[in-house]
């Protein structure tokens, strides 16, 4: 079945700096990805998505690259702030187009 | 405006008991999704409505679970006969819909099974 996976369970960055978290998914037909923000105690909050016909989408401070030959997405943060400090996840549509595959997320912290 | 919500916040039950797990999602949006998080995972996807049907079962662990959205709105979650394993936070998520897959997520409601 397909599956999603983060690179890195963990991420520690200074505020300030730019945060990269990275995610692979298995299935080469997955059209469509969203990046989700995930805070203590609430449900995942929608960041950014990019379909398969784009390489990459700016939104306010992040940007999403696709590279579908090796199959992996990232989300880039820029100037990270201690309010990004969250889990992050990475959702593919699955090929029926009505479920998404959410990888296991990478928790960031930002350290002031 | 008013998010997707969920009730109760915080559930919890006895080995074997039922429970109903309630979500009211965005006004106006058609796409309903249940999803079950476990601790230190991403969600995991159980079920999809557009409108009142469920179009999209395929997640549900067992005959166990079933969910409802008779009206096209709220939907209720229902577990039968409890597991400890069934202990996780269980989210819902709307849409509008039609090719929008954008999904506003709610707080979830943390099941424990003891």
């Known amino acids: 079945g397909e599956s999603v996976g983060l690179h890195l369970p963990t991420l520690s960055v200074q505020e300030g700096d730019n945060s990269i978290i990275n995610c692979a998914y298995s299935n080469s037909a997955s059209d469509y990805f969203i990046w989700y923000k995930q805070e203590s105690g609430k449900g995942p909050q929608f960041i950014i998505d990019i379909r398969s016909n784009m390489d990459k989408r700016q939104g306010q401070r992040v940007t999403v690259l696709l590279n579908k030959t090796v199959k992996h997405l990232s989300l880039q943060i820029a100037a990270t702030q201690p309010g990004d400090s969250a889990v992050y996840f990475c959702a593919a549509l699955g090929a029926t187009g009505n479920q998404f595959y959410f990888g296991t997320g990478t928790s960031l912290t930002v350290i002031p | 405006g008013a998010g997707v919500s969920q009730t109760p916040s915080n559930k919890v039950t006895e080995k074997g008991k039922y429970v109903e797990l309630r979500c009211d999602p965005i006004?106006?949006?058609?796409?309903l999704y249940w999803y079950r998080q476990s601790l230190g995972q991403g969600p995991e996807f159980l079920i999809y409505?557009?409108?009142?049907?469920?179009?999209?079962d395929s997640g549900l662990p067992n005959d166990r679970f079933f969910a409802v959205r008779p009206e096209g709105s709220v939907s209720t979650l229902k577990i039968q006969r409890t597991e400890r394993g069934d202990s996780a936070v269980y989210l819902c998520?709307?849409?509008?819909?039609?090719?929008?897959?954008?999904?506003?997520f709610g707080p979830g409601t943390r099941l424990t099974v003891t």
């Open positions: 006004s106006g949006h058609t796409a």
């Open positions: 409505f557009q409108g009142t049907g469920a179009a999209d």
């Open positions: 998520a709307s849409s509008s819909g039609g090719g929008d897959y954008e999904q506003y």
